[in-house]
């Protein structure tokens, strides 16, 4: 499972959505989940940059675990998901802070298709306010974007929540675009 994760960890920083050491992957297996340590490199993820601990409950394992533990744990439990990825995609980061929006709105036609919606929370990084925040969010969507942090995304696969964070991250990138030209041209809004 954890070359899968490589994989991906590689994809999201070859592509420019995390930079190397931010960011974190999942998968679930059971009642169990296999989760990036804290500070790993997400394009070199090897065996030993992964740790697996409950769901349910605590280990002494969590200590090593992503700071992002808690929040993994509470979107398994909260949502059908079997992969997480978590990114510091930019122009998903720029958009929270942009008007403070509790949703950002896609303008792009895959983005209004396939997301509808990009749900924003709030919470600190690591903690249970952010783990509530992203369970909630989750539960009817597929990603969402932590307000100043990056995005959470879900799947069934790592594949599935991968293409979702670059959803994400694309509609979010042509809503700053299109917002930014219409600044430029006289009489629009």
């Known amino acids: 499972m954890w070359q899968e994760m490589a994989k991906f960890g590689k994809k ?25 340590k804290s500070g790993v490199a997400l394009d070199e993820i090897t065996e030993d940059g992964v740790v ?17 533990t808690v929040v993994h744990r509470a979107i398994y439990r909260n949502t059908p998901a ?7 995609c930019p122009y998903s980061v720029v958009q929270t802070l942009i008007g403070d929006p509790e949703s950002i709105i896609p303008l792009d036609s895959e983005g209004i298709h396939f997301l ?14 952010l783990a509530e925040g992203a369970a909630n969010s989750l539960s009817d969507h597929k990603g969402a974007i932590a307000y100043s942090h990056g995005t959470f995304a879900i799947g069934k696969t790592l594949a599935e929540a ?28």
């Open 82 to 88: 079997l992969a997480i990825m978590h990114a510091h």
């Open 116 to 129: 509808h919606e990009i749900p924003v929370f709030r919470g600190m990084m690591g903690t249970a306010g």
């Open 52 to 68: 697996e601990v409950p769901i349910e409950g605590t280990s002494e394992l969590d200590r090593i675990a992503s700071t992002e």
């Open 162 to 189: 991968y293409i979702i964070t670059t959803q994400i991250e694309h509609s979010c990138r042509i809503k700053y675009l299109v917002d930014l030209a219409k600044k430029g041209i006289p009489g629009t809004p």
């Open 12 to 36: 999201l920083v070859d592509h420019g959505l995390v930079e190397s050491n931010f960011g974190n992957i999942s998968v679930r297996i059971a009642d169990r989940m296999i989760i990036t």
